[in-house]
């Protein structure tokens, strides 16, 4: 199993679409490192557009930013996490088997003595690396960048009500890190499924894209009411709360919970059909 | 009167359905998509050192014949046996069986060496022990192996996807058109290629459309149309139970006249100096008699004992 997943990242590695995504999650914190830089935002507005909640943070995470680097990379996630990142661990799921359907190359490795299983165990595997790889580049690029730009300071905004000690910041950033990322597990699972389906890739990108998309539309019509709390995408901002009222809340736990019956559910189907497909491409 | 294809050996000793001892056994395999049977109740068996050709036009089930035998298609009914083990997906008995379904395809970032090693190493190999230096004389690529697939020819791919197959020392080939591709040397090379493995006791499955290279490299071959096995035997066998003619006169307008007119006789059709003659079982002798109480002088008349021959035949009888 383990020579199997190796066999998947050095073919990973290989691909030059891979250092195209990951190239992009550095340019973009960058960018916006500069952006914050040449033109500081002021102070956030009073009333409902100073609120902190998951649809308000923007505004404030970017004045933040310009108050301690610790926050840059925050803002990055923030931003990246609506649809650049999306398309990216897209890219990596509904890459991952489509794409040998594609080239031909799959009938040879399942004419081995490879359990299709343990084919869709390793590229499953190295999907989630990637997507990890590709968040937590995003972080550290936004952290490196912003400690330059901004400094190192501790996150203090008596106007706002906010301080948080360097190290706190910092366990927070873990926390959103993995929250966004565990956030997008689901897409991933979403792809990687399509991807076990059809001989073209893109299918399989825009499935997933489209399924984030579609999830973050449905969740903006409140008329749905609670049946929005099942969307897999509806506590996908919960996590800027970290950094905006201080802390974790229950809305992480449920989204966190929330993503796993995505991800059983798309890999438990990926898995049947994998194992009743006909390899005909 | 027989027909061609009844004269032929269905299931002949040499190549008998479902043999014990059989290295490659398929019992009444079946392949259905919706309603279309593709793969129609085959069975034939492949013996160890045996090179077996499957032979047939397009859409017998050839290709989707040799998917089922290495697990990428699930058969609707029956099975392949590799070594007495019955093939599924990922079998472990297909450690012993080095393949080429279809074309040679690959992913074309990679080099050609750094392809081979990932495909070994996918399946819990150590590269060191596969057999690399004879996969690589094979693929002849020379500095070639270094640089990325994509640059390859169809030529390059070709030999590429054969040094894949034999890395690791298979006891088995099933093989899908082997020579698609290749030039007429490098067609030659596989041909000794083979016959040489096959020598030391590798028993070879494959396809292909090119009739004079199964007549000169299997020794064993089965006719497939529609899904259905229509003949099987050696070369030999199949190429003897051909009913062509060859035939010189010295008056061919007139030969092809009384020819035409003689119960038994498919088709005739001038061919250099002479005709060739399609018989539908009748001897040739019959033949010969027709022409002389003809007053025609007969120079030569010869059997054709050509593959090709057989299998239009086998074929064109089985359309009927």
Redesign the interface.
């Known amino acids: 199993m383990f ?2 997943f ?2 998947e990242m ?2 990973q590695w ?3 679409r891979t250092y195209v995504a990951l190239g992009l999650t550095m340019l973009v914190p960058l960018l916006i490192t500069i952006a914050l830089k040449a033109n500081p935002p002021g102070l956030p507005g009073t009333g409902e557009q100073r609120g902190f909640g998951s649809r308000g943070g923007d505004n404030a995470l970017s004045y933040l930013s310009t108050k301690t680097g610790l926050i840059v990379p925050v803002f990055a996630l923030e931003v990246m996490s609506g649809f650049l990142l999306v398309v990216i661990v897209a890219l990596f799921a509904g890459d991952a088997i489509a ?2 359907a594609n ?3 799959l ?10 299983g ?1 084919l869709l165990a390793a590229k499953l595997a190295s999907a989630l690396l990637l997507a990890f790889i590709a968040t937590l580049t995003v972080v550290l690029t936004g952290l490196i960048a912003g400690a330059i730009a901004f400094g190192w300071h501790t996150l203090d905004v008596p106007l706002l009500g906010l301080h948080q000690s360097v190290t706190e910041t910092l366990g927070n950033l873990i926390l959103a890190t993995l929250y966004v990322f565990w956030g997008l597990a689901g897409v991933v699972a979403l792809g990687f499924m399509v991807s076990t389906m059809v001989d073209t890739p893109a299918g399989a990108i825009f499935a997933a894209v489209g399924f984030y998309l579609v999830t973050r539309i449905l969740d903006a019509i409140t008329a749905l009411g609670s049946i929005r709390n099942i969307l897999p995408t509806h506590y996908a901002d919960a996590w800027t709360n970290l950094f905006t009222s201080g802390g974790a809340n229950s809305d992480m736990l449920k989204g966190a919970l929330l993503q796993i019956p995505y991800i059983i559910g798309f890999c438990a189907i990926a898995w049947w059909w994998f ?2 497909k ?3 491409s | 009167m027989a027909s061609p294809g009844d004269q032929l050996p269905r299931t002949p000793g040499q190549l008998r359905p479902a043999s014990v001892g059989a290295v490659i056994s398929i019992e009444h395999l079946t392949k259905r998509f919706g309603e279309v049977a593709v793969v129609d109740d085959l069975s034939l068996g492949v013996e160890r050192g045996q090179i077996c050709g499957l032979l047939g036009p397009n859409g017998a089930g050839k290709t989707t014949t040799l ?1 089922m035998a ?5 058969p609707s009914a029956g099975d392949t046996r590799i070594f007495g083990e019955q093939i599924r ?7 012993r ?1 080095g ?12 080099s050609g060496l ?1 392809d081979l090693r ?2 070994w ?4 190999g150590d590269f060191d022990d596969a057999n690399v230096d004879r996969a690589l004389a094979i693929a002849g690529l020379g500095d070639a192996i270094n640089r990325k697939i994509k640059t390859y020819s169809q030529g390059m791919r070709q030999r590429l ?1 054969i040094a ?1 197959a034999l890395l690791g020392r298979p006891e088995v080939l ?1 093989l899908d058109e082997p020579t698609n591709g290749l030039d007429p040397g490098e067609i030659r090379d596989i041909r000794d290629l083979l016959q040489g493995l096959a020598a030391e006791g590798v028993t070879v499955l494959l396809s292909s459309h090119l009739l004079g290279e199964v007549e000169q490299v299997c020794t064993h071959a089965v006719v497939m149309d529609r899904g259905r096995l229509i003949a099987a035997g050696t070369v030999a066998e199949l190429i003897q139970a051909s009913s062509s003619a060859y035939i010189e006169v010295d008056d061919i307008a007139r030969a092809q006249q009384v020819l035409e007119s003689l119960p038994g006789v498919q088709s005739v059709r001038r061919e250099g100096t002479g005709l060739e003659v399609r018989l539908d079982g009748t001897p040739r002798s019959d033949v010969a008699e027709a022409l002389v109480r003809a007053g025609l002088k007969l120079e030569t008349i010869t059997s054709r004992h050509r593959l090709e021959d057989a299998f239009l035949e086998l074929v064109h009888e089985e359309a009927k």
């Not at chain 2, 393949?99 to 990679?110: K, S």
């Open positions: 020579a199997l190796q066999v050095v073919k290989r691909r030059p794409s040998e080239w031909g190359s009938r040879a490795l399942l004419a081995r003595p490879i359990p299709r343990r194992h009743r006909d390899i005909l | 998917r290495v697990g990428l298609v699930h997906p990922g079998s472990a008995v297909l450690a069986v393949n080429m379904i279809e074309h040679a395809e690959f992913a074309p970032y990679l750094e990932l495909y190493k996918a399946g819990g996807g894949r099933v």
